[in-house]
């Protein structure tokens, strides 16, 4: 084919070998072989990220340990812990986990609905509601897992001795799964039951 033919070709729309790599009709570029790209819906941070050594019986091996927390603000979070031989592999392989321990929690607009308190190995979380407008009192991996959760007005204390960011990152994670919503119901039957016990006593001391 000579160069004539070849002009030709191009300028009645014949595919040309950057069109079959993966270029849009429009000349923009797209990931994954051409397939759009899908955001996700949970965001994700990472709480500890590490550099591990494994004694082998030919050495030592090096590899990286990444300790994330995803979450869509809505009520889900999780936090996985993933190896890889550099970050992107380890950091990839923590939101998998992630993903696999995805918890849902009730939230009352902006906050927990009660007060909850939990322990975890070596680290102790107390996590408390808060007005509107109060934001969130909170620090280290406590903080990054209620933001992550969609927790914006609270207010939460790190009792344990560890400063360990996976130990308290699951602290919280075990606090969280303690929250439950009372309904109207099951509130006015706990009333008339504490009425029922102390009316016998005060009969008895009359």
Do not use: C, W
Not at 44 to 66: E, H, N, P, Q, W
Not at 73 to 86: A, C, S
Not at 97 to 123: C, D, F, M, Q
């Amino acid at each position: 084919m000579n160069t004539t033919q070849q002009k030709t070709t191009q300028s009645t729309g014949a595919p040309t070998q950057a069109g079959r790599r993966g270029f849009g009709g429009h000349g923009a570029p797209r990931r994954d072989g051409g397939r759009p790209v899908v955001k996700s819906e949970y965001k994700d941070k990472i709480l500890d990220l590490r550099r591990v050594t494994r004694v082998v019986a030919g050495g030592k091996r090096m590899s990286f340990r990444a300790t994330v927390v995803i979450g869509n603000e809505k009520g889900q979070v999780g936090i996985g812990v993933g190896k890889g031989l550099d970050v992107a592999q380890a950091v990839d392989k923590g939101k998998l986990k992630a993903k696999k321990n995805l918890i849902t929690i009730p939230l009352k607009g902006r906050t927990i609905p009660h007060e909850v308190l939990a322990k975890y190995s070596a680290a102790k979380v107390i996590i408390k509601p808060a007005k509107l407008g109060h934001g969130l009192k909170a620090g280290g991996s406590v903080r990054d897992v209620l933001l992550m959760a969609g927790v914006k007005d609270a207010t939460s204390k790190t009792l344990g001795t560890t400063k360990n960011k996976l130990t308290n990152g699951m602290a919280a994670i075990e606090a969280l799964k303690k929250l439950r919503v009372v309904e109207k119901g099951e509130k006015r039957k706990a009333e008339v039951v504490e009425a029922v016990i102390e009316k016998p006593e005060a009969q008895e001391e009359a």
